[in-house]
Each structure stands twice: as C-alpha cells, then as structure tokens.
C-alpha cells in the first residue's frame, strides 16, 4: 500500500540524507567541485548522486560554476546559512540603554592604528575638544586606554592642555600601569577645566583593544571612582566588544 498524500515515503528520508550528504560535501570541498568528487566524498553512488545533484541545481541549492565543469553551494544554501546565525548586536541601541541610566555623556570610540575617532557620540551631551582628544592622547582617559595598549604611541614630549595635564614620563607610565591593571582609565580637568571622564577599553573576539567606552560630564558631579559607573561600562563594552565601526 503506497503511502498517503502528505507522508513521506520509505525511500525518501534516504533521499533527504544523501542530499544533505552532498551539500556538506560541496561545501567541504570548496567552490568547483565536480560531480565525480562530491559523490566520492559523500560515499554515494555517482548515477544517485548525479541525479540529486541537478535537482539541488534545480532548485537553487547548488549551482554550476561559468564553465560547468563544477558546483558551488546556491542561494537558498546560503540564505539557511544566514538565518543560523545570530542576530548581529546593534552597538547603538547598547549604548542607548545605558544613556537612559546615566546623566552622563556616553561615547563610544574606535582605535584604528593609532588614531582615536568617535564613532558613537551621545547626541545630548556635546563633547568639545574632540581634537584635543585625538591630538593629545596623554591628557584624556579616552587616549590613555589607547596608549596602555600601545604603549609605542606614548608621544616624546607631552604637552601641557591644562594645568591639571600630566607632562611626567614617570607619572604617565604609573598611570597606565593602573588602566592596564583596572581595566579604566580617568580624567580630571586635564583636556578640559571642569571635565572629567572614566573610560573603559573595548576589545575584539581576540581580546584586542579596539576601542574604548567613555563617560564625560562635569567635575564634581562625575566621580571617576565611581565603581557602579565603571561596571555599567564595562558591561556595555562587553556587549559591543567586537562590533565597533572602525
């Protein structure tokens, strides 16, 4: 007795394996693969494997390469693919969610090579002497998460911003030192006079800083021991870790 509409026959469930078996093969085997081979790697009779091969092709699974003579893995393969993966974490709305906890200005920076760019700037804070920031690594906490991990970028001489600016070797060194060990680096009055900042590094899938996570507001109001503040960025570091625009 055959098997009703909608149910699947004896055979086929072998057929939906070996079809499967020749897609990972074509996968594993890399773009060009020939029919001959793919059918060696699955371990599947070469008319059998034939036959499923054009109905994948058919259907868009697999196609054929320009001059025939191979396949490669099609649309609808990759497009399950796609859908396997994880929704890719939005570093904005990240940063939203911990603007609406703190009255600070939160702003997110990426270090490529050794330049300092903004990438995410708190729309209602304004941050001001944004080239100081770049220019003048020594002076902000932004600039000194960069320089504790590249240490080699720590300038020959170190200019005076302010009065409260460090300009000793020796005590820039103690302090990133300190970032290296805490993981945040701080600011009081040195690129700005009233200014102050903590800052926490960013860091990729390889454990790389790549960036840095920073809050700005008003000395006095913005302790930079804080150690709830700290943790809320190194949270939310973590969570964009990987995932800053270069």
Same mark, same amino acid.
């Given at each position: 007795m055959g098997a009703r509409a909608g149910e699947i026959a004896g055979h086929e469930p072998r057929a939906v394996q070996k079809a499967l078996a020749l897609l990972e093969a074509v996968a594993q085997l890399g773009s060009g693969?020939? $029919?001959r081979d793919i059918a060696a790697h699955a371990g599947i009779p070469q008319a059998t494997a034939y036959r499923l091969l054009n109905l994948l092709t058919a259907d868009g699974y697999l196609v054929r390469i320009a001059d025939l003579s191979g396949f490669a893995l099609g649309r609808r393969t990759r497009q399950l693919a796609g859908a396997a993966e994880p929704d890719p974490v939005d570093h904005h709305a990240v940063l939203e969610e911990l603007r609406e906890q703190v009255r600070f200005g939160i702003h997110l920076a990426s270090f490529a090579g050794s330049r300092v760019r903004l990438v995410d700037r708190d729309p209602d804070h304004e941050l001001s002497g944004e080239n100081t920031i770049a220019a003048h690594l020594h002076a902000s906490a932004i600039g000194k998460v960069?320089? $504790?991990?590249?240490?080699?970028l720590v300038p020959p001489s170190l200019r005076r911003v302010t009065s409260s600016t460090i300009t000793d070797f020796g005590a820039l060194r103690t302090e990133l030192d300190a970032v290296r060990r805490t993981g945040s680096a701080r600011e009081v009055d040195e690129v700005r006079a009233g200014r102050s900042a903590v800052a926490v590094p960013v860091h990729d899938a390889?454990?790389?800083?790549?960036g840095c996570l920073a809050a700005i507001g008003k000395t006095g109001r913005l302790a930079v021991d804080d150690p709830e503040l700290t943790d809320l960025l190194r949270s939310c570091a973590a969570r964009v870790g990987g995932r800053v625009p270069a």
């Open positions: 693969a020939t $029919a960069l320089l $504790a991990s590249r240490p080699d390889q454990n790389a800083v790549t």
